[in-house]
């Protein structure tokens, strides 16, 4: 570790000179270059592939130091190795080559020193090679940034500096257009269409959504193509407890009358025990009308609780998606009572109960309508402990901007042109002035979602020109 820790400092010292140091010698046809210039994998044939740091006509190099900057965030490429190449090491010199790599802000920072009172190299080789690993379509630049170089009297080194460009397949924008207009009166019209022209430039299939992002006064929203959007939604519904079947209930004290759960009503109507694996029967919950452009987005399970002790003793709450399919059964995590009542919602999975049945999400509210529930009494060490005391049972649904819930999703062929388009569907608070941003968005192997290189910036404008009297 010391001796990593020293190649280390060593590279930072080559940064810090170069910072020190502003008067440059005049060797003007010194350049370094990334070789090859062009890496073209259109077709996602290659999976990895090098490129060499060269330098040409270089006089008396003796240390040098640089950064090679791609694409971040581990999302297309990955720096697989770092070697140095042999031009300092000529006639047997020997040297300090350090390097450092971050994938996630994407760059990899070299360098290298002669060691010793010696010359340096002249002429023309090999500085360093660098050895990617393609892990998505996509383009990425390849950088040489923050070149610095020294001869032997420490002197900086004026050379050129060419980058280089790795090519995979993309898809590119060739037009966007907007319904009625970019300018949209709210008398005449409550929905503004943007459509988006893209095709395929490269050799294979790709997996291609349109984002959309839309930045106001106090807001930003962003939709997909394929789906509409609404900017408010209703207030988020609750479904109460309204029917109960018995069986598997004799461990369990129940107080009031049936159903059970129904309203936080303590003391008036509750169930508690305090038997291990006790079990209760089923509980169903008020069926909830959809109405026009509710689209359900999340569904929240939550328990009006209390365990006198004091203890954060669990309630497991197991859930019946289906009334007629006994096989369609998951935990979904476990209500825990506190001294005083309270909502409590489940804990160690979360309380989205839609993350358990996404079949619960959508414009349809069968699955949901169908939902049944029932509780185990449950310790971490098989032992009761005390009453576990459950008052009310209910789901909260909240209502999503988008529908469909989730952005569509097309396969574009090589060469293909395709044309999509996503609504905002509008209101009167909607008025206002806007700046938008189209990005497209592809993938290959399903690895990353990569943004296309070309975006496009536009303004829509959002009025009502109906006059007051």
């Known amino acids: 570790m010391r001796g990593k820790n020293i190649l280390w400092l060593a590279l930072i010292a080559i940064f810090f000179n170069a910072m020190l140091v502003t008067v440059a010698t005049g060797q003007l046809n010194c350049k370094i270059y ?10 996602m044939l290659t999976t990895t592939f090098s490129i060499d740091i060269n330098v040409q006509n270089a006089e008396d190099l003796y240390s040098y130091a640089f950064k090679v900057n791609y694409a971040p965030y581990v999302s297309l490429l990955a720096v697989s190795t770092v070697t140095e190449g042999d031009f300092l090491k000529e006639e047997g010199i020997s040297t300090d080559f350090v390097y450092k790599i971050d994938p996630f802000h994407g760059w990899v920072a070299i360098g290298n020193a002669r060691l010793g009172q010696v010359p340096g190299a002249s002429g023309d080789g090999t500085l360093a090679t660098i050895v990617f690993t393609v892990l998505e379509a996509g383009e990425s630049p390849l950088d040489l940034d923050k070149v610095e170089m020294y001869d032997s009297a420490k002197q900086l080194i004026a050379c050129e500096v060419v980058s280089g460009y790795y090519y995979g397949p ?5 037009d966007i257009s907007f319904d009625p207009g970019r300018s949209v009166n709210l008398k005449t019209f409550d929905t503004v269409t943007i459509k988006t022209t893209m095709q395929n430039t490269g050799e294979v299939p790709l997996d291609v959504k349109v984002r959309y992002d839309i930045l106001g006064e106090g807001l930003w929203n962003t939709f997909y193509c394929g789906q509409s959007f609404v900017t408010t939604v209703r207030e988020p519904v609750y479904l109460y407890v309204n029917e109960y079947s018995e069986f598997w209930d004799w461990d369990w004290d129940k107080y009031g009358a049936s159903p059970w759960l129904d309203a936080a009503d303590y003391p008036d109507n509750y169930i508690e025990s305090s038997i291990y694996d006790a079990s209760l029967g089923t509980f169903g919950f ?17 328990g009006y609780t209390q365990y006198p002790g004091g203890s954060d003793e669990d ?6 998606a289906l009334l007629w399919d006994p096989f369609h059964f998951a935990w979904a995590g476990s209500l825990y009572g506190s001294a005083d009542w309270g909502w409590h919602t489940p804990r160690w999975i979360g309380a989205d109960l839609s993350q358990v049945f996404p079949e619960l999400l959508g414009s349809d509210a069968t699955n949901l309508n169908n ?5 185990t009494y449950w310790t971490a060490d098989g032992l009761s402990h005390g009453p576990m005391r459950l008052d009310a049972l209910r789901l909260r649904v909240e209502f999503a901007q988008y529908n469909p819930l989730y952005p569509e999703i097309y396969t574009l062929q090589p060469g293909e042109t395709l044309e999509v388009e996503g609504s905002w569907m509008l209101t009167g608070d909607d008025k206002g002035r806007y700046l938008c941003r189209a990005t497209i968005e592809f993938t290959y192997n399903d690895y990353s979602w990569i943004p296309g290189i070309k975006i496009k910036d536009f303004n829509l404008n959002i009025f009502d020109s109906t006059k007051i009297k």
């Open 315 to 320: 309630m497991d709450m197991d859930m019946l």
């Open 170 to 174: 993309a898809v590119e924008f060739r």
């Open 286 to 302: 008020e069926d909830l009308t959809l109405e026009p452009g509710d689209v359900i987005g999340r569904v929240v399970l939550e």
């Open 34 to 43: 990334v070789d090859p210039l062009e890496i073209h994998n259109e077709d």
């Open 371 to 375: 939902l049944l529930a029932f509780a």
